[in-house]
T-cell receptor, first 113, second 114 residues
Framework: AQSVTQLDSQVPVFEEAPVELRCNYSSSVSVYLFWYVQYPNQGLQLLLKYLSGSTLVKGINGFEAEFNKSQTSFHLRKPSVHISDTAEYFC???????????FGEGTQLTVNP | EPEVTQTPSHQVTQMGQEVILRCVPISNHLYFYWYRQILGQKVEFLVSFYNNEISEKSEIFDDQFSVERPDGSNFTLKIRSTKLEDSAMYFC????????????FGPGTRLTVT
């Protein structure tokens, strides 16, 4: 079984500041990793995913994440945030042979002017 | 771009009533999923469905839940006798090849049980 821990439940930042949302996972088998974003009253939108290859993956809206196998982490970063990035962000994992996503608790990113 | 749709967007029901949540997956997708998110909590897997059968279900998916693909386009989640703790956002997802990295999520149905 897998588990995901998002280390920060809330992250407030000012506009144009950099941000890092932390995610650690636990699994006894190989996994794929994902970040999803949920805007208020909307569904889940895939930001980016790591399947294999380069450990630095780039996603939509200027976000990127780095897979660190030794630290079992998949932190999400953006060098300069906008007000419109205010949302809930979920890290998720799945076994490479599976289809059942396991989500973290979520991190509420609030970007203030 | 094709998308998964869900109806209704918000459903209010009384405890003990049956509810059916509807999803229209992307047209050529073959694998279907339901997830649940209780307010303020993480998104949780409920069930996956392929070839008119449940492929996998979580411990949450007990006998009060059922899923069905009644026709070629809809995928439904039925809760037979709703409880207060069933209040949540329910997300449908679909994929063509059954891989999680291909999952497209719908906008969700907010179920409120009073």
């Amino acid at each position: 079984a897998q588990s995901v821990t998002q280390l920060d439940s809330q992250v407030p930042v000012f506009e144009e500041a950099p941000v890092e949302l932390r995610c650690n996972y636990s699994s006894s088998v190989s996994v794929y990793l994902f970040w999803y974003v949920q805007y208020p009253n909307q569904g889940l939108q895939l930001l980016l995913k790591y399947l294999s290859g380069s450990t630095l993956v780039k996603g939509i809206n200027g976000f990127e994440a780095e897979f660190n196998k030794s630290q079992t982490s998949f932190h999400l970063r953006k060098p300069s945030v906008h007000i419109s990035d205010t949302a809930e962000y979920f890290c998720a994992v799945v076994e490479t042979s599976g289809s059942r996503l396991t989500f973290g608790e979520g991190t509420q990113l609030t970007v203030n002017p | 771009e094709p998308e998964v749709t869900q109806t209704p967007s918000h459903q209010v029901t009384q405890m003990g009533q049956e509810v059916i949540l509807r999803c229209v997956p992307i047209s050529n997708h073959l694998y279907f999923y339901w997830y649940r998110q209780i307010l303020g909590q993480k998104v949780e897997f409920l069930v996956s469905f392929y070839n008119n059968e449940i492929s996998e279900k979580s411990e949450i998916f007990d006998d009060q839940f059922s899923v069905e693909r009644p026709d070629g386009s809809n995928f439904t989640l039925k809760i037979r006798s709703t409880k207060l703790e069933d209040s949540a956002m329910y997300f449908c997802a679909s994929t063509w090849g059954g891989r999680a990295y291909e999952q497209y999520f719908g906008p969700g149905t907010r179920l409120t049980v009073t």
